[in-house]
């Protein structure tokens, strides 16, 4: 079969990208050729199984994506986007990426009409406050950026040409994925990371907000396992609701200290420098802080059930099963 | 104050400019001009206070829209859509107008960057089935048909472009606009007002489903003071959050005709001609039953209370007090 990531020199796309290739399979079919699309050029490593084609370009490039498109990729996963800050920053930019971009991929393969399963990269940010401690699969969409603006606009947009028989869709409204790998970097959601991946890397944090502060987190494994999952599964029991919310671990930032300290003791959580940043407090309070997920906890979809498992995966996947702290 | 509707030769736009015509005032400023945009030619009856200006042309039509907005209208009421059977027939014209239209005059509005208040009629077509008895203001956005989900994308688009502060938002989720005066049209929703509209002229009506089949009503008069309301009211107490399900009439077809019987006795229910049609049933049953509508009434939206009113509502506004059947 043929593979489509769009965005796939992004995080979450590398990693779904590599875990397609090792696996050299998806739902039991071998992966023989994968397409991996993104602005900059995306990483190409392919396997005797697996051709990898890379194609550099710009996701709300119609041209480019019809032919991208020409292709009829089996399985489409769309990820690409501008993510939050940058969006927040470039309206223009943001749109064109996350709306047009995404909008403009629904249309060439609506064009290409053969009816692939196309998998949708959406996000908790599709809510914002005033919400419930938990909000149920029924609740509003209530985005308060561009970036959840436009994803939930793509959510519709998927519905819809879902219900008309031009693809097969599923929309992933992703939590914040924790740890991600990396440098530290400047959106307002980075500290989450940085205090678990700095300190069990021997490397100072720093942290904004206070201990009591919730939200939800998936490992990139997890992300990885709901892409695969959503390619797979089948879609006859998710009627017409095409937008799911993924299975998270709802903790405090005092919850991933304590993880923290449980594998890395407290020379690690010394590390941690409180720095209060009130504009990163305002932004992350309206921030969701737990989710029921019923529905896709019913459909198979699987998280950690604790931080201390996001830890362990963490360590698992970047350090080989010991922090450079702890060696 | 200048006053701009898109869509004003449709029923509700047509309405509205009368209203705004007959009562010369918007919130207690005159509104010395009111431009009417609609893709036929507007109705033009300005009055001595009142200068109408007509626009044909296109609201999809970036350069004729960009135009309109040079003029800065105080209090922008966007109509303007293809209804729900056109836009299901012809999905490229349905989003062409309904969201690209929308999507441009809000663009225009932006880059004319000066803030006025922006009425958007949405519709309860953002929900289909499976839903609650009674829908909540938090429950999630399920539309069904291409239409709602383009206005559903248009709301989403107007609460962004509200908290980005281009535009004073507020999006009315209306509710079937009942009794609809004129003539009996294709859509699926019409014999919610044929069977009361065509006996009260003393002529037949087909009923194509079933009596204990329940929806949710205003009439002309109640969304026309719906719009006028939104464009008047203090819009700080809504928050972020500018989508708003107007309240109705939680009605049943059987409770519809005795409201009919009440005023225009058994001569005009015995006009109600019952011819089942399984395409027609099936569709409405995917419909709302009844709304809370807290935050719309709290915020001092009102509608009719019972269908009662609805039908009297009907018979002074288009027959002056006595219906056909009666005189």
């Keep these: 079969m043929h593979v489509l990531i ?45 051709a990898v084609l890379p194609v550099a370009g710009d996701i709300a490039d119609h041209v480019l994506v019809e032919h991208v498109m020409a292709e009829k990729p089996d399985v489409i996963f769309h990820l690409a986007a501008l993510a939050s800050a940058g969006a927040e920053a470039d309206m223009e930019k943001g749109y064109r990426a996350n709306l047009d971009g995404t909008r403009g991929l629904f249309e060439a393969v609506r064009k290409a009409n053969y009816a692939p399963r196309l998998i949708f990269a959406s996000t908790v940010a599709v809510y914002g406050a005033p919400l419930p401690d938990v909000i149920d699969d029924d609740f509003a969409l209530t985005p308060l950026t561009s970036y959840g603006t436009a994803k939930a606009m793509g959510e519709l947009l998927l519905g819809d040409y879902t219900r008309r028989g031009f693809f097969d869709g599923v929309a992933l409204r992703l939590p914040t994925i924790c740890v991600r790998p990396g440098e530290p970097n400047t959106a307002a959601s980075g500290f989450f990371s940085s205090i678990i991946r700095e300190p069990l890397a021997g490397k100072p944090a720093i942290l904004p907000v206070g201990e009591d502060l919730r939200h939800v987190f998936a490992s990139p494994r997890a992300a990885t396992g709901f892409f695969l ?28 200290i304590e993880a923290l300290r449980e594998v890395a003791g407290e020379k690690a959580v010394a590390l941690i420098r409180r720095e209060p940043n009130e504009e990163i407090a305002r ?6 802080r737990a989710f029921e997920a019923k529905r896709a906890r019913d459909l198979g979809f699987e998280a950690e059930t604790s931080f201390g498992d996001i830890v362990a995966a963490h360590i698992e996947d970047e350090h080989g099963g010991t922090p450079p702290i702890n060696a």
Tied chains: 1, 2.
């Design 283 to 288: 932004i992350v309070s309206a921030w969701p």
């Design 229 to 256: 999952h959503a390619a797979t599964m089948e879609t006859e029991a998710l009627g017409t609701r095409r937008s799911l919310v993924m299975p998270s671990v709802s903790a405090t930032v005092g919850e991933e």
């Design 6 to 50: 769009t965005g796939a020199a992004g995080m979450l796309g590398r990693k779904l990208a590599e875990r397609l290739v090792a696996d050299g399979t998806l739902g039991g079919r071998p992966v023989l050729k994968l397409t991996l699309q993104d602005l900059q050029t995306p990483p190409s490593f392919g396997s005797e199984e697996t």
